[in-house]
Nanobody, 114 residues
């Protein structure tokens, strides 16, 4: 299984940015797709996850600002980030999980300037 993320970059505080991540390979259904992030010196944390049926979960730090969605036919997960803050600066990783298996994308850097 491979995950290819796109999007990310530099944005000013208060701005918006979108990420997408496409999975390919031998994908097991059902599964959970999602996003994690890791800032320098910090542990990786959950940003958002979404089941194949559309049930979502968000990290406390992003609730109300970020929205995740997925296209099951395209095996793609999206993350819309609004009202970005400098503390959202991190490397964002997409993930695909089923059972005890977990796969990760290569990470994409999001930088929010103040």
């Amino acid at each position: 299984v491979q995950l290819q993320a796109s999007g990310g970059g530099l944005v000013q505080a208060g701005g918006s940015l979108g990420l997408s991540c496409k999975a390919s390979g031998s994908i097991v259904i059902p599964n959970i797709m999602g996003w994690y992030r890791q800032a320098p010196g910090k542990q990786r944390e959950l940003v958002a996850s979404i089941t194949r049926g559309g049930i979502t979960d968000y990290g406390e730090a992003v609730k109300g600002r970020f929205t995740t969605s997925r296209d099951n036919a395209k095996h793609t997960v999206y993350l819309q980030m609004n009202s970005l803050k400098p503390e959202d600066t991190a490397v964002y990783y997409c993930s695909l999980k089923w059972g005890i298996s977990a796969f990760w994308g290569q990470g994409t850097l999001v930088t929010v300037s103040s």
